[in-house]
Nanobody, 119 residues
């Protein structure tokens, strides 16, 4: 079964950029949709971006125009390019495969990677 591992988080200044990676242990070719969520301290986990197997993308209004989700099936990896970062982007970012996209009964999650935007 597919396992997800995020990487690429770190500390950046406002206006800076980071690229997050979500590496899957198996092929993602057959996975219909994958996404990125984030959870800031004291707040609920929220959807950031999703991408389908055909490349259709959707973004939260708060990141639209600044973040780009992409998918490389040959490398079994999903990326989140984050530009023009703001302090309010600070959160733990999680890769996700929703229930029904791969496993019929369970969401799949990575371990998370910390993004901190501060001067």
């Amino acid at each position: 079964q597919v396992q997800l591992v995020e990487s690429g988080g770190g500390l950046v200044q406002p206006g800076g950029s980071l690229r997050l990676s979500c590496a899957a242990s198996g092929s993602i070719f057959s996975i219909y949709v994958m996404g990125w969520f984030r959870q800031a301290p004291g707040k609920q986990r929220e959807l950031v971006a999703v991408i389908t197997s055909s490349g259709i993308t959707t973004y939260a209004d708060s990141v639209k125009g600044r973040f780009t989700i992409s998918r490389d099936n040959a490398k079994n990896t999903v990326y989140l390019q984050m530009n023009s970062l703001k302090p309010e982007d600070t959160a733990v970012y999680y890769c996700n495969v929703p229930k029904g996209s791969y496993h019929p009964a369970y969401d799949l999650w990575g371990q998370g990677t910390q993004v901190t935007v501060s001067s």
